[in-house]
């Protein structure tokens, strides 16, 4: 039994900013990588970040130095700030965690439910 929530989604104006938080619960041995994706209506799942069990980061081209990734591994948690929001950004977010759970016998990727962002003004 693991899960992963996605909080924090909600409607913002051009411009704002909102941070995104991802939990994971349940018998977790370790996380390794987390990351951020994000879905528009009639649009594919697109890589947003990535982060490392140690800190390492990767973004997306396009959203380099507006959006920050970062973790908590105390809490096990994942969040995304967003900055300079356009309405382009609206989106499903899901955050994803590499996890070894109990029981599994190996490494797999888990998939939060998503959480809305709507940027309008």
């Known amino acids: 039994q693991v899960q992963l929530v996605e909080s924090g989604g909600g409607l913002v104006q051009p411009g704002g900013s909102l941070r995104l938080s ?3 619960s349940g018998s977790i041995f370790s996380i390794n ?3 951020w994706h994000r879905q528009a209506p009639g649009k594919q799942r697109d890589l947003v970040a990535s982060i490392t069990s140690d800190g ?4 997306a081209d396009s ?6 990734i970062s ?3 105390a809490k096990k948690t994942v969040y995304l700030e967003m900055n300079s929001l356009r309405p382009e950004d ?3 977010y899901y955050c994803n965690a590499v996890m ?3 029981g599994s016998g190996r490494l797999k990727n888990y998939w939060g439910q998503g ?3 709507t940027v309008s003004s």
């Open 33 to 35: 990588d987390m990351g």
């Open 100 to 102: 070894w759970v109990v």
């Open 22 to 24: 991802c939990t994971a």
């Open 63 to 68: 959203l380099k130095g507006r959006f920050t």
């Open 56 to 59: 390492s980061t990767n973004y």
């Open 115 to 117: 959480t809305q962002v």
């Open 71 to 73: 973790r908590d591994n």
């Open 90 to 92: 609206t989106a499903v």
